[in-house]
């Protein structure tokens, strides 16, 4: 349809049309002078401000908790989940006891945040303008964090959905652009594997020294903390091996200055390029790094150098060790590289294992991840057979 004649924005027709635009549902809350929540479902959330953290929401005039809200110091916002429609519908009702089946809990503010939630965002009220039949509120971010991981509730064309995409791309910031155009020609392949073995498959690209998560395909039940696009590492040994083992640069930039440490690290690469995957498995700092990195980009900065921190523990020998096929082992993360024309452009991972793997099962999900990936290499006009044997450094 190409209809360019549009009509004047008369009730009906003016919220069929903005029902085209889908939003997520929050929740605000207050508590009333007797300490008794109230709150309120919205769907104008949104984000405006980082320096200074400042978001907002548009109450409706009509609203008789709105008014609540504006008298008391502190106002919350709860983002709900896919699962949390009756929630909504409970704060959506004018005159009911609305908290009478809501379980909540107080944020730094004592503000009610809804529970199981998927992350709160706790405020101090800082501006409000009167806009037509509602108000824009704007409110300072004091506190803030995410509760658990699940896709968000989306109100769409008035009704209630989830978020349905498969996959997800990251924002094209401008050094990934052309990481990001390469991880395209991978999504349909990544939601199949994600699939088929029940794993978040990633595209991570490289850009100068870091590793950038491009795309992420969700696993049908996943049940772990998900990647994020846009996620950056840097490349430090012991991390980042399938973007190091073919490119003799980085290879000797990667290598640490400890000889026995280097020794094992260009052993650990010779396997990469021998098997043409690289596996992270159990260590009780990938925790911590997965946490840094998480924290990172809650905060958005890294004050407290702790990233590099935990990098600098993580110990080199649960990257890329030799494999026994009947050892069992904690898999994090299995990547293989994409080969363009100059070199690797991308690797593809899966992670987000349930069980201890054995040497053997490692095995297989690795040569599934090489077809898979070989596949993309072929789409985007590099040849793996050539670049997986092409001669490293220290031959
Ligand atoms: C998905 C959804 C989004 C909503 N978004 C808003 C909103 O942005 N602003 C608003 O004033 N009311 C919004 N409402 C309506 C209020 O949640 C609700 O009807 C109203 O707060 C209830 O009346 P009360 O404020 O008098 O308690 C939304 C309702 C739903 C179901």
Same mark, same amino acid.
């Given at each position: $349809? %190409?209809?360019?004649? #549009?009509? =004047?924005?008369?009730?009906?027709?003016?919220?069929?049309?903005?029902?085209?635009?889908?939003?997520?549902?929050?929740?605000?809350?207050?508590? &009333?002078?007797?300490?008794?929540?109230?709150?309120?479902?919205? !769907?104008?959330?949104? +984000?405006?401000?980082?320096?200074?953290?400042? =978001?907002?929401?548009?109450?409706?005039?009509?609203?008789?908790?709105?008014?609540?809200?504006?008298?008391?110091?502190?106002?919350?916002?709860?983002?709900?989940?896919? &699962?949390?429609?009756?929630?909504?519908?409970?704060?959506?009702?004018?005159?009911?006891?609305?908290?009478?089946?809501? &379980?909540?809990?107080?944020?730094?503010?004592?503000?009610?945040?809804?529970?199981?939630?998927?992350?709160?965002?706790?405020?101090?009220?800082?501006?409000?303008?009167?806009?037509?039949?509602?108000?824009?509120?704007?409110?300072?971010?004091?506190?803030?964090?995410?509760?658990?991981?699940?896709?968000?509730?989306?109100?769409?064309? #008035? @009704?209630? #959905?989830?978020?349905?995409?498969?996959?997800?791309?990251?924002?094209?910031?401008?050094?990934?652009?052309?990481?990001?155009?390469?991880? @395209?020609?991978?999504?349909?392949? $990544?939601?199949?594997?994600?699939?088929?073995?029940?794993?978040?498959?990633?595209?991570?690209?490289? =850009?100068?020294?870091? +590793?950038?998560?491009?795309?992420?395909?969700?696993?049908?039940?996943?049940?772990?903390i998900?990647?994020?696009?846009?996620?950056?590492?840097?490349?430090?040994?012991?991390?980042?091996?399938?973007?190091?083992?073919?490119?003799?640069?980085?290879?000797?930039?990667?290598?640490?200055?400890?000889?026995?440490?280097?020794?094992?690290?260009?052993?650990?690469?010779?396997?990469?390029?021998?098997?043409?995957?690289? =596996?992270?498995? @159990?260590?009780?700092?990938?925790d911590d790094l997965e946490r840094a990195v998480g924290q990172l980009?809650?905060?958005?900065? &890294?004050?407290?150098?702790s990233?590099?921190?935990v990098? %600098?523990?993580?110990?080199?020998?649960?990257?890329?060790?030799?494999?026994?096929?009947?050892?069992?082992?904690?898999?994090? $993360?299995?990547?293989?590289?994409?080969?363009?024309?100059? #070199?690797?452009?991308?690797?593809?991972?899966?992670?987000?294992?349930?069980?201890?793997?054995?040497?053997?099962?490692?095995?297989?999900?690795?040569?599934?991840?090489?077809?898979?990936?070989?596949?993309?290499?072929?789409?985007? @006009? !590099?040849?793996?057979?050539?670049?997986?044997?092409?001669?490293?450094?220290?031959?």
């Amino acid at each position: $349809m %190409n209809e360019r004649r #549009g009509t =004047v924005p008369e009730p009906r027709h003016f919220r069929d049309v903005l029902g085209q635009f889908p939003t997520g549902v929050a929740v605000v809350t207050a508590l &009333d002078p007797d300490g008794a929540p109230v709150g309120m479902a919205v !769907g104008s959330f949104s +984000s405006v401000s980082l320096d200074p953290p400042l =978001v907002a929401f548009m109450p409706a005039r009509t609203s008789s908790t709105y008014p609540v809200i504006a008298d008391a110091p502190h106002f919350c916002v709860s983002i709900l989940g896919a &699962d949390q429609e009756e929630v909504c519908r409970a704060m959506a009702t004018r005159g009911a006891d609305k908290f009478s089946e809501i &379980d909540w809990f107080p944020a730094p503010s004592g503000a009610p945040i809804i529970a199981d939630s998927l992350a709160w965002i706790d405020c101090t009220p800082a501006w409000t303008h009167e806009a037509g039949d509602h108000l824009i509120v704007l409110g300072t971010v004091d506190q803030l964090a995410e509760l658990r991981p699940g896709p968000p509730l989306v109100f769409f064309r #008035g @009704g209630y #959905g989830g978020f349905a995409t498969a996959s997800l791309m990251a924002a094209p910031e401008r050094d990934i652009v052309e990481p990001i155009r390469l991880a @395209g020609r991978a999504r349909s392949l $990544m939601e199949d594997l994600a699939k088929e073995l029940d794993l978040e498959c990633l595209a991570v690209g490289a =850009v100068g020294e870091q +590793s950038v998560c491009l795309a992420i395909a969700d696993s049908p039940s996943a049940d772990y903390i998900p990647s994020r696009v846009g996620y950056r590492t840097p490349f430090v040994f012991p991390v980042g091996s399938v973007f190091v083992a073919w490119d003799p640069a980085r290879t000797a930039l990667w290598l640490p200055a400890d000889a026995a440490r280097a020794a094992g690290g260009e052993a650990a690469l010779r396997r990469v390029r021998d098997r043409r995957w690289s =596996v992270a498995t @159990g260590d009780d700092h990938y925790d911590d790094l997965e946490r840094a990195v998480g924290q990172l980009l809650i905060q958005g900065q &890294d004050d407290d150098g702790s990233l590099g921190g935990v990098m %600098n523990a993580l110990r080199g020998e649960q990257f890329d060790p030799p494999l026994e096929p009947h050892t069992t082992y904690d898999v994090r $993360m299995l990547m293989a590289p994409v080969f363009g024309p100059h #070199g690797v452009e991308l690797g593809i991972a899966v992670r987000g294992f349930r069980n201890h793997l054995d040497g053997a099962e490692i095995e297989a999900i690795g040569a599934r991840l090489i077809a898979a990936a070989d596949e993309v290499s072929r789409k985007i @006009g !590099g040849d793996a057979t050539v670049a997986a044997l092409t001669p490293s450094t220290e031959h």
